[in-house]
């Protein structure tokens, strides 16, 4: 074996390496395809002449290919019982969810059709407890850790109710269509079950109005989501400060989306691209024409008197790699909504995605080591994994399409076909 092929098959082993000669590696957080040329190594490392391409033939490649770029999730347990890949829930925190307004969730299929409003889809994963004010969850609920789901507020969920704690609200009602278990106390002035109601062998149950019939057992909740080993997105940035098609549009790392003033729209042609941050004190349109990939070394900031707003042409695509976070104090709104899987956005903070306006992602949002802060109400069309949730308000329209793992694809007719952990939603096996 000649050094220059020893060379490239260390660079693929160690992961630093996405280049169009071909190398395909599996992550402890999924699996790193081919991304068409741009080499993630020291600057001074030497890359093999037959791997290293002019930035013309990378952007090609880049332009050639459609969907992400990694292929992350959240880890949920598929209808063929391992974990796999895509994202399974409308929004999936692996630690505490709280919301102090009113959760909405509901459903659709992107490669069928836009979003209709009222479609019962849609799960809702929390790793350590769910504060809910007043919840309509479309589909399934998930709740592991002892603090359970303390109400303040009315809960109606579409599919089925798996809850490691206890189910407290003495004023409100629980409505849940498909199967409920409950390891914990159950206190509530009201409780509807369509399907079968398991509950925590030595657990309390109080209900004012009358429990449906129950089934005495023990409850094990598995793991929902995953936030463990997440993307190193510091590494890919700093690689993208080296190796970048910025000089092929004029673009600016450090001045080229800082806005100050005024008002200003800037077009994205295909092709990978690196600023050191987002800022916008007006208006700031970012226009995405072909498949970009944007890294940003630090963050968002989006001041009160500013805007931000990141739309796609209809056959475009964006990756967006952000290390740190983003602090919308202006609305912000990324992605169309029509097409959630076109935006694959990834936050690498530990710290909160803030935001004081409203704001609407139409994407996937994968941010394991971030907490969602929204207070004045916060969209999402497509699926997000979050460490932990804060928020007001939330409507969330998980888009089907996203789980792209063949188990949870998987055709059915009813829960039947399914798993016991899953339901059959609009024909396919998910949580």
């Known amino acids: 074996m000649t050094a220059r092929l020893l060379r490239r098959r260390a660079v693929c082993i160690s992961l630093l390496l996405i280049s169009s000669a071909g190398c395909s590696s599996e992550l402890t957080y999924g699996r790193l395809r081919d991304a068409g040329g741009l080499v993630l190594v020291d600057a001074q490392t030497e890359r093999d002449a037959d791997s290293a391409s002019p930035p013309d033939a990378r952007s090609s490649d880049l332009c050639s290919r459609r969907g992400p770029l990694l ?19 409308a929004l999936a925190a692996c630690e505490g969810f709280v919301s102090s307004g009113l959760t909405e969730v509901d459903g659709f299929d992107s490669r069928i059709a836009p979003y209709v409003a009222g479609q019962h889809s849609g799960a809702l994963a929390a790793g350590n407890g769910l504060y809910l004010t007043t919840g309509d969850i479309g589909g399934s609920v998930w709740i592991t850790g002892s603090a359970g789901t303390p109400l303040t507020g009315d809960l109606t969920v579409g599919g089925n109710l798996f809850d490691e704690g206890p189910l407290q609200g003495p004023e ?38 009358g429990a449906p019939p129950v089934t005495r057992a023990d409850v094990v909740v598995p793991k929902p989501a995953s936030c463990d080993a997440p993307l190193d997105i510091a590494s890919l940035t700093e690689a993208a400060s080296r190796d970048n098609d910025n000089t092929s549009i004029a673009l600016e790392a450090a001045s080229s989306l800082k806005l100050f003033d005024a008002q200003r729209e800037l077009s994205l042609p295909c092709g990978r691209y690196y ?4 800022y916008a004190a007006g208006a700031l349109t970012v226009r995405i024409r072909g498949h970009v990939v944007l890294y940003v070394r630090n963050g968002i ?16 695509e964006l990756d967006l790699f952000v290390q740190q976070g983003i602090s919308g104090l202006g609305p912000v709104q990324i992605g169309s909504p029509s097409a959630p899987t076109h935006t694959r956005l990834h936050f690498g903070v530990t710290g909160p995605l803030n935001f004081s306006a409203k704001a609407m992602f139409a994407a ?27 928020s007001g308000p939330l409507t969330l329209h998980y888009d089907r399409a996203l789980a792209v793992d063949s188990c949870a694809a998987a055709r059915c007719s009813t829960n039947a076909d399914c798993p016991s952990n899953l339901r059959c939603d609009a024909l396919h096996c998910l949580p």
Do not use: K, M, N
């Open 172 to 209: 409100h009602t629980v409505t849940v269509a498909g199967d409920a278990h409950v390891a914990g106390d159950v206190r509530l002035a009201e409780l509807r079950v369509g399907g079968r109601f398991t509950l925590g062998r030595a657990a309390a149950l109080e209900v004012a109005a």
């Open 71 to 89: 292929e992350l999730g959240d880890f949920a347990p598929a209808a063929c019982g391992t974990t796999s890949r895509g994202f399974h829930y």
């Open 275 to 278: 600023v050191e941050d987002i």
């Open 364 to 390: 996937s949002l994968y941010a394991p080591r971030a907490q969602l802060v929204a207070h004045s109400g916060f969209e999402l069309f497509g699926a997000g994994l979050l460490q932990s949730v804060a």
């Open 301 to 316: 900031v989006v001041e009160s008197t500013g805007a931000l707003t990141i739309r796609l042409d209809d056959e475009a």
